[in-house]
């Protein structure tokens, strides 16, 4: 590891490194979609408390999965930094704060271990509080997690894996403020997030280390399937996260018009499908990154487009 960026970070500057490992400038834009889910299914603001508690909840829970990745990825990550192949830094949103900080040796295993489980207690804990059911969903999201990265050097279908992770969160927030939600809208909203996941996170992610995860023999969709085949997918599960939205907004107990309907469509296209198509039709690895930076303010937009209408809709008389 570079000495000098080595020696930049001591001090009160090393938490940096602990955000960094939970790559929390990314997890902070995550939040929006389990917030996002439960003003979807509530079609209302849930009580101060409970938004309090969910958000500080979301946050312990994706600081402790983001970092459990680099846990359990630690020796593969550490044998692409001695072969030279893990860069710094790099230009798309994970990759904000340094990368990877455990495999440069600026933490230390036992360090992010003991992150990994103080945030992942904090969120147990704001979960419990919330429903028991939460803590369930929590644990087999983690599970899942572990899953998906012991599951990169044997196929290629470690991709649905991730789809799965990212809709746990969602999920746990609609427990979070109704026991007893609809399982059409539940089914709806897995599919919807699943999809977005796999096209627009999952899929663009491994197409920035495609060179590096071939050199590592890794199963990944842009290196099992190649660029043609991993671009057809990741289109066509963004076109059905668009329509699987409307599915969504029709099985919520808010009330869209279909002004509000179209508004949801808009941002689909402008946030999936147009950076999608660019791709589709300039397959390199600037439009792959372009798309998954694009595609994490997805969530976040629908998000501020669902407090602005339960805000009109509170103050109308």
Not at 105 to 121: I, K, M, P, T, Y
Not at 222 to 245: H, M, Q, S, W
Request: charged share 15%; with cysteine; glycine share 6%.
């Amino acid at each position: 590891m570079n000495t000098a960026i080595s020696d930049h970070y001591n001090g009160l500057s090393r938490v940096k490194l602990f955000w960094a490992l939970s790559r929390t400038p990314h997890a902070l834009l995550d939040i929006s979609t389990p917030a996002l889910a439960a003003l979807l299914w509530l079609g209302a603001f849930p009580p101060l408390k409970v938004v309090l508690l969910g958000l500080l909840t979301a946050f312990a829970g994706y600081t402790a999965v983001y970092a459990l990745n680099d846990v359990i990825d630690y020796r593969v990550d550490r044998k692409r930094v001695k072969n030279g192949e893990l860069p710094v830094a790099e230009s798309y949103l994970d990759d904000v704060m340094i990368r990877h900080p455990m495999a440069y040796g600026l933490l230390s295993f036992r360090e992010g271990v003991a992150w990994v489980l103080a945030w992942g207690v904090l969120a147990m804990l704001g979960a419990y509080l919330l429903n028991p059911v939460c803590v369930l969903v929590f644990l087999v999201g983690c599970i899942l997690e572990a899953v998906y990265c012991l599951m990169l050097k044997i196929s290629s279908l470690r991709t649905l894996v991730s789809g799965a992770v990212k809709t746990s969160g969602a999920v746990a927030a609609v427990f979070a403020v109704d026991p007893d939600p609809s399982l059409v809208f539940m089914l709806a909203l897995f599919l919807w997030i699943f999809c977005w996941e796999i096209g627009a996170q999952n899929i663009p992610h491994d197409w920035a280390d495609i060179e590096v995860d071939r050199r590592l023999e890794a199963q990944t969709v842009p290196v099992r399937f190649g660029a043609e085949k991993a671009t057809a997918l990741i289109l066509y599960t963004l076109i059905a996260a668009a329509v699987l939205n409307i599915f969504v907004l029709h099985f919520s107990q808010a009330v869209f018009e279909l002004q509000s309907v179209i508004f949801f469509l808009i941002a689909g296209i402008y946030f999936l499908i147009v950076p999608a198509l660019r791709l589709y039709k300039v397959k390199t690895r600037p439009n792959a990154m372009a798309l998954f930076n694009r595609a994490s303010y997805y969530p976040l937009a629908l998000l501020a487009m669902m407090v602005v209408k339960i805000g009109v809709t509170v103050i109308s008389p």
